[in-house]
């Protein structure tokens, strides 16, 4: 077998495209019914877009409940495998269905593209990470992932190991007026992963400041454990 | 401690051998009675061969049914843990039972053999991996982890980021007459891995033209995202 | 945003300080009543110790009960996740309580520094890993982790890829008079790491002497892998 005659360009109909943090982006036209009976997400949609990256969650998400909020589409399920490549997080896993390809091709297509931009908040180092996210508004993705108040502003946390999670949010929660609608431990709502994680609603300016603080403590913890994060993305809080 | 004092050539009665993909099979001639009723596999045998990988399961589970055909054993039970390294997937843990150590032991040596051949159909790259297997007369083993038919055969694909698993599902399905037997994802019957996993019965012919479709798909996919997979093992579809 | 500002010398009140194997000790002086409510630890006390490792799990669980047995703390939680950084086990965060700041921070402080010389028993090498913890006097922690009786010896050995950790348990049980407090595997216990687990009570003489013999044959099965471990601690037993 020769592998190396396939290229890297895909030219395949289900192919959308690619982004950081190892994600892609799929469609199927028409899934079959047979697998469609399995995958437990009614029988609405033919058409559907996938969506998957090795590591991130929350960045991704946002990215996603935007592209959804754009076009006619609907979510149907969201998983979050332990993943991020040796890293103490989540990876994700996003299915969403349209009545048309061409819907679902337009939201996987627009994901992909603000993923580049959400999932801008990462910070990986040699111990551990830290992850945020906030929208001003959120949507049925960010609802039905993290209890997100539909149309309401939304705040994300995590650090990693897990007790620097627990201090940013402890943090976070002391710093501005907002209300808990995750919390997420390793036996408790995640996948095991070595994370506490906040997700947060109230004014856009609290919940924007609460992330923030937690963002500049979550640092300081971090990098107290002897190495500076890499950022992939671009920090855009 | 001087660990280096102590030999690679492993001279203990338990050891019976190593494979690729960090795998190595033992045995226990008589186990400890305590240490059995823990185990919850019964108490008819108390010879005991034990086989375990870091990376993969499919492949090895393939190589483990041909040994335990091929001998006077019983498979007592498989795990699946969340491994491969880093990467998205399971590696696995699989013990079995027969009257005799000198059975289990013939056992846990032919599937170690037949590990280096089955576990070929293996593909991991920077971004992600992909698993395949395939059997013309599925046995117990497969039977137990994926719902094989007993004596038909059995087709397997799988893979990371789950996305690719998706999309290799749903063109394998349309591309033979073929009946799903197990459907897994991060949330769904794995231990939280980053892949969509599938799993066929059929006329040999249907499930071997299954997995090469999704195989052919995979590695388009996989490659989109920008490194071409290393191939542990050799390929053997 | 430049996070070279920030030192790797916190100076946060939170800080305790740091340890080996990815380790860091923080507490939270008075915890927000809306987040101790998501904890589901009770309400009893508002100043917390939080404790979290990316590799490990025993040996710091047993310096974090000499820890909680010499100050005025109780142990409120202990989760593991699945860590290990892309090896086969489990990393850790617990959550002591305290009447006084004070003194969970003299809990945490003492457990960092016992955890240097209690997570001496960990051998880690290119194939998998193997990991010990002994106890003369078993304390709230233990208990709690792993059914240790109070004020009894206590063993723990663990084994991966997981076949190694059973005929190491088989070996342990086998060579003294203990008993089996915890058994844990893949699928049972453990959150899906790739170890078979095993806790032992009996004389602090039984238990060490099961724990020896499990470590010998541990690193002989380990080694014939392939390859030597790195032993990131200095053992002690």
């Known amino acids: 077998m020769d592998i190396k005659s396939i290229s890297m360009d895909c030219t395949r109909p289900e192919f959308v495209g690619t982004a950081v943090l190892d994600t892609i982006g799929l469609v199927i036209p028409g899934v079959d019914d ?12 033919r058409s559907l877009g996938v969506f998957s990256s090795r590591t991130g969650a929350a960045g991704q998400l946002t990215a996603i409940d935007e592209a959804v909020k754009a076009t006619n589409t609907e979510v149907l399920s969201i998983e979050l495998p332990r993943d991020t490549k040796g890293w103490g997080g989540h990876g994700n896993y996003v299915v969403l269905g349209g009545q048309d390809v061409s819907d679902v091709r337009q939201a996987i297509s627009t994901a992909l593209e603000l993923t580049n931009k959400y999932a801008g908040e990462l910070y990986i180092s040699e111990a551990g990470h830290l992850e945020f996210a906030f929208s001003a508004n959120a949507g049925h993705v960010l ?6 108040v539909y ?8 650090g990693s190991p897990a ?6 949010a402890d943090t976070a929660v002391k710093s501005a007026d907002v209300d808990i609608i995750s919390y997420m431990t390793p036996n408790k709502g995640t996948s095991h992963s070595n994370e506490v994680i906040l997700a947060l609603s109230g004014s856009a300016s609290s919940v924007k400041e609460a992330v923030l603080s937690a963002r500049q403590i979550g640092l300081e913890l971090l990098i107290s454990m002897g190495s500076y994060p890499n950022i992939p993305g671009k920090p855009y809080l």
């Not at 047979?34 to 949609?45: I, S, W």
């Not at 609802?143 to 997100?148: H, I, L, Q």
């Not at 149309?151 to 995590?158: D, M, R, S, T, V």
């Open 151 to 158: 149309g309401q502003a939304f705040g994300f946390l995590c």
């Open 34 to 45: 047979a697998l469609l009976n399995q995958m437990d997400v009614g029988t609405r949609y």
């Open 163 to 168: 007790a620097i999670g627990l201090v940013m």
């Open 143 to 148: 609802e039905k992932a993290f209890n997100a």
